[in-house]
């Protein structure tokens, strides 16, 4: 029964910072890589940021490198992702994901709205 659960996201002004968490269950996260997604309205869904069981990680989206950073904590089995100087259009709603034997798995998603 893998599960992804987001938190973390909420209302913040531009320029500020939120760490979104995500917590996995269900399967062996210290062997999976996970990958942190955002989805705008209108816009389709796209990579932010990804990082491997040890704890490499991959090219940031343009759109967001120098200000995410992913991180991972395998002894909680949680993948974060801190996020400094939002920007309005940063406004999305974040989602966790992996792979588990050959499904990909995706949490429900937690909102992040950058407004003043």
């Known amino acids: 029964q893998v599960q992804l659960v987001e938190s973390g996201g909420g209302l913040v002004q531009p320029g500020g910072s939120l760490r979104l968490s995500c917590a996995a269950s269900g399967f062996t996260f210290s062997s999976a890589m996970m990958r942190w997604y955002r989805q705008a309205p209108g816009n389709e869904r796209e990579l932010v940021a990804a990082?491997?069981?040890?704890?490499?990680?991959?090219p940031y989206a343009r759109s967001v490198k120098g200000r995410f950073t992913i991180s991972r904590d395998n002894a909680k089995n949680t993948v974060y992702l801190q996020m400094n100087s939002l920007k309005p259009e940063d406004t999305a709603v974040y989602y966790c994901?992996?792979?588990?034997?050959?499904?990909?798995?995706w949490g429900q998603g937690t909102q992040v709205t950058v407004s003043s």
């Open positions: 990082i491997t069981s040890a704890g490499i990680t991959a």
């Open positions: 994901n992996t792979y588990y034997r050959s499904s990909a798995y």
